[in-house]
C-alpha cells in the first residue's frame, strides 16, 4: 500500500481518528486533485497499490464522484491542502456518504445525500456514491462510519496560516 499517503503534521500530530487507509488515500487524493495534481503518478501508484489491476478504475469512479459531488453540492465544498493534518467538515461528510453506502444504511445515506446536494442533482450524487463504495468494497476497502460526536461550539473552521483551507466548487 502507499506510503507516501501522510496526514502527520510535521510536529508530529496524529492523523485524524478513526481514518484507516481508505481514509487517507481518498482525502490525499482528492486534496492532490484539487490543489492541480490531477494525473500524479503517486496516486496512480497508490490506487495501484491498493487495488492491483482494478487500480485505474477505481480512480476514474472515484474521479467520477468528485464530479458529482461538485456538481450536485449545494455550496462551495472546503477541503484542506495537502499535508494538512486536520480534514474538514466537508471531507468528513463525503467519507460519511460513502461510507452509509458501503454499510447499507439508506436512512443515513438519503440524510446525507439532503444535506449535501441540490434536489436537481441528487440522484447523480446517489449513483456515483454508491458506485465507488461498490467498487471499493469489490477490492476489500472498507471506510468506517465516523463517530457521532457532538460539536461543543458551533464554530467555522478558520483558515490556518499559509492557507490550510482552500475552497473548491464546479
Do not use: Y
Request: with cysteine.
Amino acid at each position: 500500500m502507499g506510503t507516501d499517503i501522510a496526514f502527520a503534521a510535521e510536529d508530529g500530530q496524529d492523523a485524524p481518528s478513526g481514518f484507516g487507509f481508505g481514509e487517507h488515500l481518498l482525502v490525499w487524493s482528492w486534496r492532490r486533485m484539487a490543489a492541480g495534481r490531477t494525473f500524479c503518478p503517486l496516486m496512480m501508484d497508490d490506487f495501484s497499490a491498493a487495488f492491483g489491476d482494478d487500480g485505474p478504475e477505481v480512480f476514474a469512479t472515484f474521479c467520477t464522484f468528485l464530479q458529482a459531488l461538485a456538481v450536485a453540492s449545494r455550496k462551495p465544498l472546503t477541503i484542506g491542502t495537502p499535508g494538512c493534518p486536520e480534514i474538514t467538515a466537508d471531507e468528513r461528510q463525503a467519507l460519511t456518504l460513502i461510507a452509509a453506502s458501503q454499510a447499507k444504511a439508506p436512512a443515513l445515506l438519503e440524510a446525507h445525500l439532503r444535506w449535501i446536494a441540490i434536489p436537481e442533482k441528487r440522484l447523480v450524487l446517489q449513483i456515483a456514491t454508491n458506485a465507488l463504495a461498490r467498487a471499493l468494497a469489490v477490492n476489500e476497502m472498507v471506510l468506517d462510519l465516523p463517530e457521532h460526536i457532538l460539536p461543543t461550539a458551533c464554530e467555522r473552521p478558520r483558515a490556518m496560516s499559509g492557507g490550510a483551507f482552500a475552497q473548491t466548487h464546479a
